[in-house]
């Protein structure tokens, strides 16, 4: 109910059948819990679709606590950032961000704001992957996790997230 409208609106990216920005509103499920992760698949998604301003807001309302932002959407957002002009609704996140982290921020090789449809749909299921593994299913992440790799053989946070989960599942020849 709640990824599938994700991997859908990918593939409508992919065709240009995106004609206006998605909304929470849109995807017709709720979203306990987990407002935050898909306002960031939102953030992706209309950046790719060219709804600049939308993803930006995506992108604020996708931290949900600044004082403990995710690594991963603060390093996609500070790209898109930079990479668009600077929308002035994420500046005061940016900038509490690199205050809090003085010694710079870090933002990984993969964290780039041109996707394919191929390669949202791996940020999905690589999502998908970690908030299961994090719910203490690894044997079920790993299955996510492959899929992504699959799509995204260039992904090294999914080979991490894999490393972790055969961990977790004393599987350490994997």
Do not use: C
Not at 24 to 39: E, F, K
């Amino acid at each position: 109910q709640l990824w599938l409208p994700l991997v859908l609106a990918w593939l409508d990216v992919g065709s240009h059948k995106l004609t206006k920005p998605l909304t929470l509103d849109m995807l017709s499920t709720d979203t306990p819990g987990a407002s935050g992760l898909v306002q960031y698949h939102l953030a992706l998604i209309n950046g790719q679709a060219g709804f600049i301003d939308a993803a930006a807001e995506n992108f604020s309302k996708a931290i949900i606590d600044p004082a403990n932002p995710p690594t991963r959407i603060m390093e996609m957002m500070i790209r898109f950032y930079e990479d668009n002009g600077k929308p002035p609704v994420l500046a005061p996140l940016v900038a509490a961000y690199r205050k809090d982290n003085p010694d710079g921020v870090f933002v990984s090789e993969d964290a780039v704001t041109t996707f394919t449809p191929q390669d949202g749909i791996a940020e999905v299921l690589f999502t998908i992957g970690n908030v299961v593994h994090s719910a203490g299913v690894a044997q079920d992440a790993i299955i996510y996790l492959h899929l992504a790799h699959y799509l995204k053989p260039k992904f090294p946070l999914v080979s991490l997230s894999l490393g972790d989960a055969y961990s977790d599942l004393k599987q350490y020849d994997r």
